[in-house]
């Protein structure tokens, strides 16, 4: 019995050491007051659209310049027939202040959206120069439905998640849908380069459509089909 109590015990702990890790990683504490700070249209924007009958979501909560290209990412995986979120940083730099980690994200119009949907797929960027992408979430068919398209494309995927980038906590965004599980995407940095010509990951470079290479829309494609 003290043996089981302990490891609980340390369990707790690890817990609580990986939230406050989050936390100090995070300029801003949560929506609130990252605008308190920020200017609107200035150093951050956020957009939205909800086609009519929309289940399903693609969000970028760290867009723009925070983790590109997961603006770019989500709003085409969104197209016409899916809803989408994009919070996206405009800095010239520093966009890492507004960075709010995913159990925290609590911008009002993001969780309306999410809210209204059974599914959805955040889109991330993780660091590395390693070829892969991570897929996480609580939405284990899913995930095994992406993971299974992902391959199928040609693309590496992660046998293990790293807790760290997880996604499973029901307080992140991706899992704030109605079946309260969804599934976040943490695409390497090795992995985004080869969406664009020269693997150029600059703000101005990403949001022209031109440099984008056939994978970015091969990877699109693929986890769409995991959603058909």
Known sequence: MKKVLSVLAAATLTLAATTQAAQAADTYRNYAELA??????????????????AKVAHIAIHGGAIESPSTQLADHAAGSAYAYYSFSGL??????????????????????????V???????????DDVTTYVGG?????????????????????????????????????????RGMGVQ??????????????????????????HRTRDFYRYVAAVNKALA
């Open 185 to 210: 995407l943490e695409i390497s940095r090795g992995q985004r380069e080869r969406f664009f010509a020269g693997g150029k990951l600059a703000r101005a470079w990403v949001e022209d459509p031109a």
């Open 138 to 178: 609580r939405d284990a068919k899913l995930i095994a439905k992406v993971a299974k398209a992902l391959r199928a494309a040609g693309f590496t995927v992660a046998d293990e998640v790293p807790d760290k980038i997880g996604g499973d906590s029901p307080s992140n965004i991706a899992n704030r849908n109605r």
């Open 91 to 116: 800095k010239p730099e520093g966009n890492s202040t507004l960075h709010i980690t995913a159990t925290r994200f609590d911008e009002p119009r993001a969780l309306k959206l999410v809210g209204a």
């Open 36 to 53: 308190a700070h920020e200017t609107e249209g200035k150093d951050y924007r956020r957009d939205e659209r909800f086609p009519r009958g």
């Open 118 to 128: 059974d599914r959805t797929v955040s889109w991330h960027g993780a660091s590395g």
